[in-house]
DNA sequence: CCCCAGGGTAGGG
DNA sequence: CCCTACCATGGG
């Protein structure tokens, strides 16, 4: 993986049936990008704006030093994750193998750990449109502004300040008491984000149910997008589509290690499948 | 009017 | 352990 300057933005020489920004910017795992034309993508990440382009050989960060690459990008685009050996792996499943034909170059963001686990609260029996539509209003409300119309995720600190009842005219639903209950845990350390990284994985799903509104799908989640716990393994109701249709019998013990990355290339696929792409 | 959305909780068998 | 009603909100 070739990386080098230029002018003033940073290029990464990786081809996109490696690494695949569309699909991973959009399949489900995060809700703040947008591709305002075709292989053009911006957001906000860890207080900053991104702009980021995608060609067949390369990609593109604006306005970006290799610095900043090294220390922020590199780990939240996990670039140095060996996909290549889990998709070796996973093609031995033959279902596996169909959906990384066609998903194959999704990879696993670690996003921020507070603001996943915020945004999957939000996702509970909602739908992406207007998970998205809450959380930018949740931004602009509490997050700070880095520059026109965009503004950072909120910290801890502000949505403990802001309540449910500062939190009651974003669209949230009934949701708004356990976004001010999980943010006010976090403040006060009853729940300590950081150790969830290192912890036995069994201990660290226990801490985060203890939180109202959090429950297994929201946990796995946050495990597998916001903590980098690769063998967390979201089910929702596609998921219980592919587990019903292709692995009545369960799903195959020899990938619990890495099951969140095979979970999203088939999260990807019967998404394609039924929607008829 | 219905149903569904990257579900969770509380309550009752 | 299981099952079910209910929980706000908006889009189809």
Redesign the pocket.
Known sequence: MNIYSENKDLIIEIPRSEYDLSSTLD???CFRFKEPEPGSFRGVAHGRILDITQTEEAIRFKDTTADEFNSIWCEYFDFNGDYAAMKSHFSKDETLSLAIGRAGGIRILKQDSFETLIS??I?????????K?SIERLCQKYGTPIAEGFYSFPTPEAIARAGQEGL??L?????DR?LADCAQRVTDGRLELTELCSLPIADARKKL?E???????????SL??GFHRLEA???????KKVLERYYPNGFPEEFTKTAGVA??YL??YI?LLDTGK
Not at 123 to 131: L, M, V, W
Not at 171 to 175: Q, V
Request: charged fraction near 15%; hydrophobic fraction near 35%.
């Open positions: 399949c489900g795992q999957f609260l996702s509970q029996n909602n739908n992406i449109p207007r998970i539509g009651s005219d669209g949230l639903g009934y949701r356990y149910l939180v109202t509104g959090i429950g297994i799908k929201v946990a796995e989640c597998l997008f393994f979201p089910v929702d109701t596609w998921m979970q999203q999260f990807h998404r």
